[in-house]
């Protein structure tokens, strides 16, 4: 029996969906964060459950090779990362390891074999889009942060090592600039959501008030950036109620540009601050390339298909793509794609995919490809329905969540649908999460 306060030594066994190292004691699961596998630790109890407990370090008995210093200061305090403690490759053994475990226990795979995980080519500053809370200190500056883990407590940062350079570079002037000009209304700034992609940045400030003088602080981020009005773009965001969602109102431009124009893949594309888009562009195209190899000549659904970029390159081999995509935003941003790059065989639908699918996927026929790619909470039970209906035969499913995909993948599997190829990505770095490319067919 283990009781909170214990002291006791455990050896780690696994990782869980957290990172977080498992081992066990009179038969009891306990979770050691920022422990690595194979280390014999001596841990406090901080925690018990009726399934488990948590333990925190006390002493590291027999550290692991694999062990590393975590390069940033506020590791362990910040909830982004979780994996800094180990070198590169042990995270991506961890990573695989979680995404296996899931699919056996969660998805009822019992004979998978050892998942590939496709590393990312930058280990740190790879983000191209943050969201930072604000917050006043006890001095009534503003200061940028990060959440500390599973809290809405802030940790106030200076520089985030997963998040690209010139993001970092935003949060410094933007923290300089509210202070200065801002000692009135800076209060009212809750977050800075920055997206930054080949040296072209958004900077929207989410506030509960209008920003007034919008001039002052565009001109102060464009001076302390080194930036023309040709590359930055300010805007905000009115936040409308106290819930997680960061860009929860509509999204309004008050200086510089509105999109950030890119070319990726031979594709050019506009993509607004609202607009779903993929944090690491390497890892993306990796999976995108993955995705297209099944869609030659073909009728493909391409659902949640966000600012459409895969659309756009699934229409290059297939006959046609539909893109269904609930953020309107998103699906104005795939539109404008479309037309510039004269690609005349995607349809973009703004919908639910839940309600729409069914229709779709019924006009396609069992020979298209589907492609899911859908949010953390996995698809509807609704999505399952329309697929079972359709008996669509091959489906290309992209997921940045191991449980519900495994969720997902039990219920295909047992309306007889079979696992073809399992590879993770590395699409997030130095953190628990992990991206995977599934292809089922029937
Ligand atoms: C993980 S992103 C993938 C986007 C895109 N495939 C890409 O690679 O950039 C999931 C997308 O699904 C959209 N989404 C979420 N729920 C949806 C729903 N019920 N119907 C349609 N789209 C949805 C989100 O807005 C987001 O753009």
Redo the contacts with the bound molecule.
């Keep these: 029996m283990i009781n909170k306060n214990d002291e006791i030594i455990v050896t780690i066994e696994g990782y869980n969906s957290e990172g977080q190292g498992i081992a066990r004691a009179d038969g009891f699961v306990v979770f050691v964060p920022f422990s690595v596998l194979g280390e014999k630790i001596k841990v406090h109890i901080i925690k018990v459950t009726k399934s488990y407990a948590v333990g925190k370090i006390v002493q590291i008995l027999e550290p692991s090779k694999e062990r590393v210093n975590p390069p940033c200061p506020y590791f362990s305090k910040c909830g982004g990362c979780a994996l800094q403690h180990m070198n590169y490759q042990a995270t991506l053994q961890a990573k695989a390891e979680i995404v296996k475990s899931a699919l056996v226990k969660i998805g009822g795979f019992r004979d998978i074999q050892n998942v590939e995980i496709v590393p990312s080519n930058k280990k740190y500053f790879y983000r191209n889009k943050a969201s930072f809370p604000l917050f006043i200190d006890d001095n009534g500056n503003l200061q940028v942060a990060m959440f500390k883990g599973l809290t809405h407590d802030p940790v106030f940062i200076e520089n985030c090592l997963i998040t690209d350079e010139l993001i970092n570079k935003v949060a410094v002037v933007f923290k300089d600039v509210a202070n200065k000009f801002y000692s009135d209304s800076k209060k009212h700034f809750k977050y800075l959501v920055v997206r930054a992609i080949d040296g072209k940045v958004l900077v929207t400030v989410v506030s509960d008030v209008h920003i007034k003088n919008a001039k002052v602080m565009f001109d102060g981020l464009k001076n302390g950036l080194g930036l023309d009005e040709n590359s930055l773009g300010l805007l905000e965001c009115k936040k409308i109620s106290d819930n997680n969602v960061i860009l929860e109102g509509d999204v309004t431009q008050l200086c510089g540009i509105k999109y950030l124009n890119c070319k990726i893949m031979d594709i050019n594309i506009q993509i607004s601050a609202k607009s ?3 944090v690491n562009l390497d890892i993306m195209q990796k999976i995108y390339k993955k995705v297209i190899k099944n869609a030659e000549n073909k009728l493909v659904v391409d659902a ?4 459409g ?2 659309s756009a390159l699934l229409a290059k081999s297939a006959k046609q793509v539909y893109g ?4 309107k935003e ?1 699906t104005e941003d795939a539109n404008r794609m479309a037309k510039e790059n004269n690609i005349t065989n995607l349809v973009n639908i703004n ?4 309600e729409k699918l069914p229709e779709v996927i019924s006009m396609v026929g069992e020979n298209a490809l589907l492609v899911l ?3 953390r909470k996995g698809v509807d039970q609704k999505v399952i329905d329309a697929i079972l209906q359709s008996q669509v035969k091959e489906i290309a499913y992209v997921s ?1 969540n191991p449980a519900t995909l495994a969720r997902d993948l039990k219920l295909l599997k047992d309306v007889g649908y079979q696992l073809k190829e399992v590879v993770a990505y590395d699409m997030f770095p130095q953190t628990q999460h992990v991206e995977t490319f599934v292809k089922l067919e029937k």
């Design positions: 779903f888009f993929q949640y298909s966000g600012a970029l895969m269904l995509e609930i953020v998103a919908c639910d995919v839940a790619d859908p949010p940045c």
